[in-house]
């Protein structure tokens, strides 16, 4: 087994309270945290930063969620703990999903460009879809990652309407919607009867509740919202372990390639999220410690 060193100060970015990128402060002398039962110590190489991160740090202060005190939602990176779990061995590349990921160590339990990819996945297997995107680099990336169909929100003005002439009148059998609040209305009128909405995201906000009286003119199916639900439906190490190998199966074989937008330095986080919220990016932002 080899052996790693490990500081007991690292660099991280700290939060005191919500509001705009202004309140994300880096240090360089956060203390590195140590494991507890059932939970590994990561280094990590690279963090992934999400639209949602966004709206969490800019809203979600109204008493539903608090976050710790430096980000949460980050991926791919190195596990570094003393002793295995989970048969996890020290110097062990993973990829992770969960709280504190905005520094250069995180503790995490063991067991643990959505849009592009979710375009790949949904060619691949012959399905018919329909895009929306706001700037015409967006709307040329969607098709090159295999969307039938483009409409520009900003530009189109009864985006509904259009979707009813594309389908003929049928709307569409599933909404994968990242948005929230703002397309809540879109997405009950565009779902075709029998239909499924899938909410992953909460960019503009959290949905609006919709009562099941409403739903069931349709027959609508309602999935989410966001990771509760992702790992809900995972169940067992084993079966995420299991979908990942899948996920990054197809990435390695080509099936779907990742749009890398960008990589920041983590003492450039506040640039990160004004980029962000500034709708500057496309694919997947970075972040390296």
């Given at each position: 087994?080899?052996?790693?060193?490990?500081?007991?100060?690292?660099?991280?970015?700290?939060?005191?309270?919500?509001?705009?990128?202004?309140?994300?402060?880096?240090?360089?002398?956060?203390?590195?945290?140590?494991?507890?039962d059932s939970e590994v110590l990561i280094k990590n190489d690279f963090i992934g930063i999400n639209?949602?991160?966004?709206?969490?740090?800019?809203?979600?202060?109204?008493?539903?969620?608090?976050?710790?005190?430096?980000?949460?939602?980050?991926?791919?990176?190195?596990?570094?703990?003393?002793?295995?779990?989970?048969?996890?061995?020290?110097?062990?590349?993973?990829?992770?999903?969960?709280m504190g990921g905005y520094a250069e160590y995180t503790a995490v339990p063991a067991a643990g460009?959505?849009?592009?990819?979710?375009?790949?996945?949904?060619?691949?297997?012959?399905?018919?879809?329909?895009?929306?995107?706001?700037?015409?680099?967006?709307?040329?990336?969607?098709?090159?990652?295999?969307?039938?169909?483009?409409?520009?929100?900003?530009?189109?003005?009864?985006?509904?309407?259009?979707?009813?002439?594309?389908?003929?009148?049928?709307?569409?059998?599933?909404?994968?919607?990242?948005?929230?609040?703002?397309?809540?209305?879109?997405?009950?009128?565009?779902?075709?009867?029998?239909?499924?909405?899938?909410?992953?995201?909460?960019?503009?906000?959290?949905?609006?509740?919709?009562?099941?009286?409403?739903?069931?003119?349709?027959?609508?199916?309602?999935?989410?919202?966001?990771?509760?639900?992702?790992?809900?439906?995972?169940?067992?190490?084993?079966?995420?372990?299991?979908?990942?190998?899948?996920?990054?199966?197809?990435?390695?074989?080509?099936?779907?390639?990742?749009?890398?937008?960008?990589?920041?330095?983590?003492?450039?986080?506040?640039?990160?999220?004004?980029?962000?919220?500034?709708?500057?990016?496309?694919?997947?932002?970075?972040?390296?410690?």
């Amino acid at each position: 087994m080899p052996s790693v060193s490990i500081p007991k100060v690292m660099r991280g970015v700290q939060m005191k309270n919500f509001g705009g990128p202004a309140v994300l402060q880096y240090r360089t002398d956060l203390p590195v945290p140590v494991p507890r039962d059932s939970e590994v110590l990561i280094k990590n190489d690279f963090i992934g930063i999400n639209y949602v991160d966004v709206f969490i740090l800019a809203h979600w202060d109204d008493g539903i969620c608090r976050w710790r005190n430096h980000r949460p939602r980050s991926r791919g990176h190195r596990s570094v703990s003393p002793g295995s779990v989970n048969d996890l061995q020290v110097g062990d590349r993973v990829v992770w999903l969960a709280m504190g990921g905005y520094a250069e160590y995180t503790a995490v339990p063991a067991a643990g460009g959505i849009g592009l990819w979710l375009c790949q996945l949904l060619k691949a297997l012959g399905a018919k879809t329909i895009g929306t995107a706001g700037t015409a680099e967006k709307i040329q990336l969607a098709k090159e990652n295999g969307v039938d169909f483009v409409i520009n929100y900003r530009e189109e003005k009864d985006l509904v309407k259009r979707v009813e002439e594309i389908t003929e009148g049928h709307g569409v059998d599933v909404v994968y919607d990242g948005i929230g609040k703002d397309q809540t209305e879109n997405n009950m009128n565009v779902i075709a009867k029998d239909g499924t909405i899938v909410t992953y995201g909460v960019a503009s906000g959290i949905p609006p509740p919709i009562s099941p009286a409403r739903l069931a003119t349709k027959n609508v199916r309602l999935v989410g919202p966001g990771e509760s639900a992702l790992m809900r439906s995972v169940g067992t190490p084993h079966e995420f372990g299991k979908w990942c190998a899948k996920l990054f199966d197809a990435i390695a074989k080509d099936e779907i390639s990742v749009r890398i937008h960008g990589t920041y330095p983590l003492s450039e986080i506040v640039m990160v999220h004004q980029d962000l919220e500034g709708r500057k990016t496309t694919g997947k932002v970075l972040v390296k410690p």
